[in-house]
């Protein structure tokens, strides 16, 4: 899995993704026209604008060489800048091993790399879907806002970081398989490293044994630690660099 910034050569994938992510999970209460007017409006002549709005952030999913799903967010504000998660779409053919939460996790970085204070995430009230997924990864409800899409008005709700405003910490964790092995991940709990974070990972949800570190770079927990440690993904070359010295080199 590969997820990197948009460019104008995605816009016919970024179209059919979100065409076919709205029709599995809008069509109860849009109309199927209204869906492709949206679509057409939100990513069509106007998306090489949004490309080159440095306040405008497009996050694209890749699997083996397709894109599978992308996240649209932008930044409000000026001297308190907060991040605006407006939509994420993965294709319903790859709403499966993490793929969501993985594009939340790395969009949310780069909202807070970019001088957010703060992420909200936006879904309508009626996709049960969508609520249930921030709150799964938390967030927690904070307010509504009223949207039209088409000629029609509908109720947004605004999701922010549950515990946010009490440690800045990110209290998300998420089941993975990875190289046959069930793993937690705490995206809460990350290192830096020169790709991508890496992430704590469990061997149970309760968080109480640590297991390995899970590369975000491309989600190998095929890596060692030093006793300095320096991290390094053995699959992709990811590093962390030293965070203490060696008792042996005092």
């Known amino acids: 899995m590969v997820i990197r910034e948009a460019t104008g050569t995605d816009a016919d994938a970024i179209r059919s993704i979100a065409h076919e992510s709205l029709n599995s999970t809008y069509t109860a209460f849009l109309e199927e026209d209204t869906i492709d007017a949206a679509v057409d409006q939100w990513y069509g002549d106007s998306f090489a604008d949004d490309l080159e709005d440095d306040r405008v952030l497009f996050l694209v999913v890749e699997r083996d060489g397709e894109i599978v799903g ?19 779409h993965i294709h319903p053919d790859h709403r499966d091993g993490g ?21 909200q995430c936006f879904v309508l009230a009626d996709n049960e879907g969508g609520n249930q997924f921030y709150r799964d990864h938390g967030f927690e409800q904070a307010g509504q806002r009223e949207v039209e899409i088409g000629d029609a008005t509908f109720t947004e709700n605004v999701y922010v970081e549950s515990d946010h405003e009490e440690d800045g ?19 809460g709990e990350a290192a830096r490293g020169t790709k991508s974070p ?27 630690m030093d006793a300095m440690g320096r991290i390094e993904c053995n699959a992709c070359g990811n590093r962390r660099k030293a965070t203490r010295w060696d008792a042996s080199y005092l």
């Open 99 to 119: 793929t969501g939460v993985r594009l939340l996790v790395r969009t949310r970085e780069a909202l807070l790399e970019e001088g957010a204070s703060e992420i």
């Open 70 to 88: 992308f996240s649209q967010s932008e930044l409000v504000g000026q001297q308190a800048t907060t991040g605006h998660l407006l939509w994420l």
């Open 198 to 224: 890496f992430y704590t990972a469990y061997r149970s949800p309760d968080r109480q044994n640590q297991y390995a570190w899970l590369c975000g770079n491309c989600d190998s927990i095929d890596n060692a």
């Open 169 to 187: 910490s990110w209290d998300a964790i998420d089941e993975m398989t990875v190289d046959g092995e069930t793993i937690y991940v705490s995206y």
